[in-house]
């Protein structure tokens, strides 16, 4: 042999002969997948996940742990492998990330509507979405290995290095579809997977409620099918909630029984099933959270209120804080519902509580309660609580003008001498000229109404008197508009007689009295027009006049009018209305019922694998 | 820096003169980078070989040799190494022949003896994969090393550039083939005169395992 090829020679023989490191398929012994995870560092746990994979030992634990890192990075989730679809428990995990992604995107798109940008706030997505919450750089490969640049070759005594995990949410958005509504509709699916293998699962059921009452609450535009549908699920969701308790095990993750009681009550509420929803809230009237209970509070009575449910609506008779928002409201309902059942005592307390301090006209509650105290006041007679009572309802100054006000609720009310005993004195205090004439018209209706004629025409006499020294002051043609006060009151005292004088009956003495009644205002009204034929009213008297003169059996000139004139009066419907003294539906506060929102639907595997313990969040004392 | 040299001898040799760059390049980038053991570490060990050495110069000599080196590497990387080399030369058939005629024998001395000392960088780590069934791991390297070679009472300042292939073995056992250009300078009847040659190397050697710091 030429000495040239002695060297490759020797090499060949001595690696031919000698032990050679034999290719193994053996990669490293690891079943510690989510430990990593939990310590939010993902270069660590997708290396783990790597080292699985490389080892050809891959199963659902591993598939489901490359699931969670992609959720971790907001990465469309894998479909499940036969692998991991004949795991039970693997698979039930997966399901609940599938759920949680969908949650988070629903979330998102959700946001991206109202322009919030705390989509994630109360929930693990506070976490999984950030930034800075992961660590996704690798550890510097230790100095003891070779790191190989990336290559399709695939040694068995290679195994994955660490590499880094770029963060990937900023993309979240592409992944949603063009209707929002779908991502909804998806997610309740995903829910009914879950409890199709596991009908107990609360939390799931606990997310179905919120997840509808997203629905329902949004603004979408939702056809007929797709409301009845959400209105499906609502009812689905309730029932679900009413045959369950939140165990304490859940307390972390928002799901208490209040939020039970809360998600049922709003639920209830959606569906218009008042009963659910006045037992649902009356579970929250002594939550810990002051304004909750208040809202609570409010809203049961309020339902109770409009159903006409008045034991209920009485029965929270204790006010709310006068400085909430729903303290006139609350409060009317329950007196009002106290009115109803008789109970005038705690009625007029109530009342007292809630007027003697607050700016009445603003407030249509107040408003309401004020009548209905007014009213409530004229079933008695007058005597020194009476005027003690009205004193309390306002300010002093108003007091005057509270007097005016009970007695014509008395006089609406059928007490004309509870009016006159209120009125009357009112002459003498009211020092203002210019509210006389409605104490007047008042004074005049009350003596209507207790067949006074005498009183009557006084009180006629001065709404229709006409002073020589103020005609004379006052120019013919600004006198329409000086006495349009006055001949207001002239007017509407007239116009009320009529018909309250069509209440008395068809019976002998009753037609004589309104034959009469109606000769007075006859003549009143022809009286008035003669000497005013200025007055702004002076086209009402004419109806009314042409109407009282109808009306008279024997008079010449109603029989003649009767008879000669084609053209009748306008028509008269006679007859009495009663008009709900309740501000309307629409002006009741309706706040809504809140709650923190599930903080994770995930259950995370804590090593080893296969899993002893799940749990609902990360644990980053978790010892690596 | 690592490398993946083809698997073939021929391919090795190639990596072995630095003409493996471009493999990298090929690289799936989309694939994950992978890492291993070093097989055998260098850092803080010593490591001592016997050597079979032959040397080649246009001289009209055959020489081969024997000899021993110990290394001692700071890092995976940098090692300083003493060798030394016992040569055994005759003159070739061309010279004995005209040594017979005209009874002259060439200026240039045979050489005896070779004591050098110098560095040695390895710069990558490899392994290829042989016979489907064996991987080699071994350190391609370069070397420097300066020193004396003793030829029949001249002593000649001897500097021996060269690359180097170190393979690594189980227990410790390394082989390497080093292949290395000499340049010395001898005092002739003529002069100082330069003469240059290549002296290919195999060296077959151990490591212990345990560090010596």
New interface residues.
């Given amino acids: 042999m030429k000495?040239g090829l002695?060297?490759?020679a020797?090499?060949?023989a001595?690696?031919?002969l000698?032990?050679?490191?034999?290719?193994t398929a053996d990669g490293p012994e690891r079943r510690e997948l989510f430990t990593a995870f939990h310590q939010a560092d993902l270069s660590r746990f997708d290396h783990a996940l790597?080292l699985e994979e490389h080892s050809h030992r891959p199963d659902a634990w591993t598939e489901l742990g490359r699931a969670f890192l992609q959720l971790a990075n907001c990465q469309e989730i894998s479909p499940p492998s036969a692998l991991l679809a004949n795991d039970d428990e693997a698979l039930a995990i997966y399901r609940r990330l599938r759920l949680e992604d969908q949650r988070r995107l629903r979330l998102v798109a959700t946001s991206r509507l109202g322009g919030d940008r705390q989509w994630h706030r109360g929930t693990i997505h506070t976490r999984l979405a950030s930034r800075t919450y992961f660590s996704r750089d690798p550890a510097a490969?230790e100095?003891?290995?070779?790191?190989?640049?990336?290559?399709?070759?695939r040694?068995p005594?290679?195994?994955?290095?660490p590499?880094e995990v770029p963060y990937e949410c900023e993309d979240l958005l592409d992944r949603l579809s063009d209707d929002l509504l779908d991502e909804f509709f998806t997610e309740w699916a995903l829910t009914g997977d879950i409890l199709r293998a596991d009908p107990d699962d609360l939390l799931v059921k606990v997310h179905r409620a919120d997840l509808v009452l997203a629905i329902l609450d949004g603004d979408f535009d939702l056809d007929d099918d797709r409301r009845d549908e959400a209105l499906e699920m609502a009812a689905e969701a309730l029932e679900d909630l009413r045959h369950t308790e939140a165990p304490e095990e859940h307390e972390r993750l928002a799901i208490t029984r209040w939020g039970q009681a809360l998600r049922k009550a709003r639920l209830a509420i959606e569906l218009d099933d008042p009963q659910a929803a006045t037992y649902a809230l009356s579970e929250l009237t002594d939550h810990p959270v002051i304004d909750v209970a208040e809202t609570a509070r409010y809203l049961r009575t309020r339902i109770a209120w409009r159903q006409g449910w008045f034991e209920v609506a009485a029965d929270d008779a204790t006010p709310l804080r006068r400085s909430s928002p729903l303290f006139n409201a609350h409060l009317y309902f329950t007196a009002s519902a106290n009115r109803y059942l008789g109970h005038s005592d705690r009625f007029l307390g109530l009342a007292r509580e809630a007027l003697s301090d607050r700016q009445r006209p603003r407030d249509p509650f107040l408003g309401a309660l004020y009548k209905e105290v007014l009213q409530e006041l004229v079933r008695f007679d007058v005597d020194e609580r009476t005027l003690e009572f009205l004193e309390e309802l306002g300010p002093r100054a108003g007091l005057s003008e509270r007097r005016r006000e009970l007695a014509e609720v008395a006089l609406d009310a059928g007490r004309p001498e509870v009016a006159r005993e209120l009125a009357t004195p009112l002459l003498e205090e009211t020092r203002d000229a210019r509210r006389l004439p409605r104490i007047h018209a008042v004074l005049a209706l009350a003596a209507f109404l207790e067949d006074d004629r005498r009183a009557f025409d006084d009180h006629l006499h001065e709404l229709t008197r006409r002073s020589d020294a103020l005609e004379s002051a006052i120019p013919r043609q600004r006198r329409a508009q000086f006495y349009a006060h006055r001949d207001a009151e002239l007017a509407r005292v007239l116009r009320a007689m009529l018909p309250m004088m069509a209440e008395w009956g068809d019976d002998g003495p009753a037609r004589a009295l309104r034959q009469v009644w109606l000769v007075r205002i006859v003549e009143h009204a022809q009286r008035f027009l003669r000497d005013a034929p200025e007055s702004a009213v002076s086209d009402q008297l004419t109806d009314l006049y042409t109407l009282a003169s109808q009306l008279l059996e024997d008079h010449p000139r109603g029989y003649a009018r009767r008879v000669g004139d084609e053209s009748y009066a306008s028509a008269l419907v006679l007859g009495t209305v009663s008009v709900s003294l309740a501000p309307p539906d629409d002006e009741a506060p309706a706040p809504r019922l809140r709650w923190a929102p599930i903080d994770s639907l995930l259950l995370i595997p804590v090593d080893p694998i296969p899993p002893t313990t799940l749990v609902h969040d990360f644990q980053r004392e978790v010892e690596p | 820096m690592?490398m993946?040299p083809a698997t073939s001898?021929t391919a090795l040799l190639i990596l072995a003169v630095g003409l493996l760059g471009s493999l990298?390049a090929a690289?799936?980038?989309?694939?994950?980078?992978?890492?291993?053991?070093?097989?055998a570490?260098k850092?803080g060990r010593i490591a001592a070989h016997a050597t079979f050495v032959?040397l080649f110069r246009d001289d009209f000599y055959?020489t081969?040799g024997y000899g021993a080196d110990v290394s001692f590497f700071l890092s995976?990387n940098l090692g300083v190494e003493l060798r030394g080399h016992n040569f055994h030369s005759w003159l070739s058939p061309t010279a004995e022949g005209i040594r017979d005629e005209t009874s002259l024998i060439p200026d240039l001395r045979a050489p005896d003896a070779l004591f050098t000392g110098g560095v040695r960088w390895s710069w990558g780590?490899g392994?290829v994969?042989?016979?489907d069934?064996?991987?080699?791991?071994f350190d391609p390297q370069v070397s420097f090393h300066g020193g004396i070679t003793l030829a029949e009472r001249r002593v000649i300042p001897t500097v021996t550039p060269g690359i180097a292939f170190l393979t690594h073995?189980?227990h410790g056992?390394q082989?390497k083939?080093d292949l290395q250009w000499t340049a010395q300078l001898e005092r002739r009847q003529r002069g100082w005169t330069p003469s240059f040659g290549f002296a290919?190397l195999?060296g077959?050697g151990w490591s212990p395992e345990r560090r010596l710091r």
């Fill in positions: 000495p002695w060297l490759p020797a090499l060949l001595s690696m031919s000698s032990a050679c490191v034999p290719l790597s490969v100095d003891d290995l070779i790191r190989w640049p990336p290559s399709d070759e040694w005594d290679e195994w994955p290095a590499s | 690592a993946r001898l990298e690289a799936d980038d989309t694939s994950r980078a992978t890492v291993q053991p070093r097989f570490e850092e032959t055959r081969v995976e780590y392994k994969l042989t016979l069934r064996f991987v080699v791991h073995w189980r056992i082989i083939l290919p195999i077959v």
